[in-house]
């Protein structure tokens, strides 16, 4: 992995070579990101820090991450979802579909997979015919079936890397790497299936519904440390779903996503114990992230 591909240095690499480590080693570049302060980072590539760095929940596993002058849609819009998982708002959903604030000038639509809780095609193709200077990046298996839909083939990039490997584009300035990452068991299982990581104002990792599983996480190993994680519920569900967490994906902080209506009480209430974990806000009120002293946020 090349330096400059690392957090926020991507975003200065070109004006600032020296703000990225020489070593090649992946090993030494994790600490290196670690111990860098991330205002230090913000000022050395003439950024502010007023600038957006924030999370909002959409419904179930989707996610609005404002990133600066970008905004990264994650696992929406859908519409019917899948009981008795959360669905959209009709309100929700209007704004989603006609690309209306906050859903409006979107750098990027990342969908994990067509599951009906993640995805709905003719929901992502309304989206991007109203927001046309969007993107959808998602696996082939997803792409086609937006094609089909009628979106346009300037708005559709398909990134399927191999089982366990992943690749990575620019969009905005904004590194997006797409992981190849293995779904969950379920009776409908797609055979394509992908985790986003964002290399934004903060490292965000999507999950989607990936089976937890370390060695389905190998590929994590070479790309940014996470700053931010998004995962289903059940993975912070007992001390050894917890400890594969901190081992194979390594968050500063975490996201509990996927949870269904009935239980979120509960689910929060169980956050409690973990560090650095919380659910979303139930409202679309965005999480603001705000650096640690390690440049972690908060």
Not at 204 to 209: E, M, R, V
Not at 229 to 248: M, Q
Not at 284 to 291: G, I, N, Q, W
């Amino acid at each position: 992995m090349d330096p400059s591909e690392t957090g926020l240095l991507d975003m200065c690499s070109s004006m600032l070579p020296a703000c990225s480590p020489s070593s090649a080693d992946v090993r030494v570049k994790r600490a290196f990101h670690r111990m860098l302060p991330v205002a230090f980072a913000f000022a050395a590539c003439g950024a502010t820090a007023n600038e957006r760095c924030e999370l909002s929940k959409v419904a179930n596993a989707g996610v609005l991450f404002q990133s600066g002058q970008h905004a990264f849609l994650l696992d929406a819009p859908f519409r019917d979802g899948v009981a008795p998982y959360e669905t959209p708002e009709p309100e929700q959903r209007q704004r989603l579909e006609t690309a209306q604030p906050p859903y409006r000038g979107l750098s990027a639509i990342l969908i994990t997979h067509w599951h009906d809780d993640h995805f709905d095609a003719q929901a992502v193709t309304a989206h991007l015919r109203h927001d046309p200077a969007a993107m959808l990046v998602s696996s082939e298996e997803v792409v086609a079936q937006v094609r089909a839909a009628g979106a346009e083939d300037r708005q559709l990039l398909a990134l399927t890397p191999p089982q366990g490997e992943s690749v990575s584009t620019v969009i905005g300035g904004v590194r997006v790497h797409a992981i190849r990452l293995r779904h969950n068991p379920a009776r409908r299982t797609p055979e394509q299936h992908l985790g986003f990581l964002v290399e934004g104002c903060q490292v965000i990792f999507h999950a989607g519904d990936a089976n937890p599983d370390a060695s389905n996480f190998s590929a994590l190993r070479g790309l940014s440390p996470i700053d931010v994680a998004l995962l289903p519920y059940w993975y912070l569900d007992g001390a050894a779903n917890r400890d594969f967490v901190a081992e194979a994906i390594a968050p500063a902080r975490i996201f509990a996503v996927h949870v269904p209506q009935a239980e979120r009480a509960g689910v929060a209430q169980a956050l409690r114990s973990v560090p650095r974990a919380a659910l979303l806000p139930a409202s679309r009120a965005a999480v603001k992230l705000r650096p640690y002293s390690d440049g972690a946020p908060r």
